[in-house]
């Protein structure tokens, strides 16, 4: 059996970390025409809470 509350959060973290980085070099990309990059991994932030949200709710220990 997979401990998939540990990969979802796994995926969570990347994402966070990704989108910090982005930050960092938000003028760069910005003029080189790729600032939609600094949204891309807020929403993968935003999907994989959601999907936190959902493999804590059909835990057969509630999300313990």
Not at 11 to 17: D, E, F, N, Q, S
Not at 21 to 28: D, G, I, K, T, Y
Not at 34 to 57: E, F, K, Q, S
Request: no cysteine; aromatic share 10%.
């Amino acid at each position: 059996m997979t401990n998939d509350r540990a990969a979802v959060l796994v995926g969570i973290v990347t994402w966070a970390v990704v989108w910090v980085v982005s930050l960092m070099f938000r003028a760069r990309l910005a003029a080189d025409g790729h600032g939609w990059w600094t949204w891309t991994p807020l929403a993968g932030i935003v999907l994989g809470l959601m999907g936190l949200a959902y493999v804590n709710r059909r835990s057969p220990r509630g999300g313990a």
